[in-house]
């Protein structure tokens, strides 16, 4: 049965447009799946000053380049959420909301969603002062009270963010010390970010919208309540590992779906790149990881990879 495409990437993040690009360069013929409108985690970030060849570039702007490049060589179904996967010994068929596709080779590139505080009145406030997002919520708490949780560079980042365009921030973490880099602590500190050491969220109040939360000291015990307009999370990420799962595709402990040196997981037929995969989790590194499953995958389709 002649294939509908040759390679099917699930998530169009910087790991999938990149494994778009370089299996559609290879001859591949490539659609990519995304139950959103693409760009992933990457699209809430402000300013990224980690990826090369840009000093600064907006998260949003970053991924719409990465999605007009990987455009010239894949087609693109955004808001086509893939339900399941069935391996088969000469394809894969692959499941949407809307239809299946018949497939050569699939590349999970479906990435992290944002960890929740697992707390009373998290799930009833979110959109009404509980964000995950300081860029995509923080313009309306300018001149408001407003609480980050968390002490990576993401959580001290977002601080950061809504201090300048006019938040009142208190940074909340349960260790004595930021796990961020010192150069972002210093900045905090320096713009008048204030911070609660030693303390976690027990629970989250209000009426309409958030009036503030109560926090524990992990030390003493002792319980305070602290009015706050917003609140925004960034505690780390889980592994959307819905779709390994159901293939029987190995995980480590942590949930993140294990590769071999080429991406090739545990399910002949199925690769996987980026943050699914664990470890650093950069933006940089989901390029990398991308275009190794896309070149790994040709060897499925009786294509050569044109860097053996």
């Given at each position: 049965m002649p294939y509908d495409y040759d390679v099917a990437i699930i998530g169009a993040g910087a790991a999938g447009y990149s494994a778009a690009i370089y299996a559609g360069r290879s001859g591949a013929s490539v659609v990519i799946f995304d139950k959103g409108m693409g760009g992933g985690l990457t699209s809430e970030a402000d300013d990224i000053e980690n990826y090369p060849g840009f000093k600064k570039i907006k998260g949003p702007e970053l991924m719409e380049k990465m999605k007009e490049h990987a455009s010239q060589y894949a087609e693109m179904h955004f808001l086509e959420e893939v339900k399941d996967i069935n391996v088969k010994e000469d394809g894969v068929e692959v499941i949407t909301a809307k239809k299946k596709y018949w497939v050569g080779a699939a590349i999970l590139c479906t990435g992290t969603e944002h960890r929740k505080l697992g707390v009373k009145g998290e799930e009833e406030f979110r959109g009404r002062g509980v964000s995950y997002c300081a860029t995509c919520d923080g313009p309306f708490f300018v001149g408001k009270k407003v609480a980050v949780i968390g002490g990576g560079n993401t959580a001290i980042s977002e601080a950061i963010y809504l201090k300048d365009i006019g938040c009142d921030v208190t940074v909340i973490h349960r260790r004595d010390k930021l796990r961020a880099e010192k150069i972002l602590e210093d900045e905090a500190k320096e713009k008048g970010v204030k911070f609660i050491w030693n303390s976690v969220v027990e629970e989250i109040y209000g009426n309409e919208m958030v009036e503030g939360i109560k926090i524990k000291n992990v030390k003493n015990?002792?319980?305070?309540?602290?009015?706050?307009?917003?609140?925004?999370?960034?505690?780390?990420?889980?592994?959307?590992?819905?779709?390994?799962?159901?293939?029987?595709?190995?995980?480590?402990?942590?949930?993140?779906?294990?590769?071999?040196?080429?991406?090739?997981?545990?399910?002949?037929?199925?690769?996987?790149?980026?943050?699914?995969?664990?470890?650093?989790?950069?933006?940089?590194?989901?390029?990398?990881?991308?275009?190794?499953?896309?070149?790994?995958?040709?060897?499925?389709?009786?294509?050569?990879?044109?860097?053996?």
């Open positions: 015990g002792e319980i305070k309540e602290i009015g706050v307009d917003g609140i925004f999370v960034s505690i780390g990420e889980e592994p959307n590992n819905e779709l390994a799962k159901k293939l029987g595709a190995k995980l480590d402990e942590h949930g993140y779906i294990v590769v071999d040196e080429m991406q090739r997981t545990s399910v002949k037929r199925i690769y996987a790149a980026g943050d699914i995969t664990g470890g650093i989790r950069q933006i940089v590194t989901a390029c990398g990881e991308g275009a190794k499953a896309a070149l790994a995958s040709l060897e499925v389709i009786g294509k050569r990879n044109p860097f053996e």
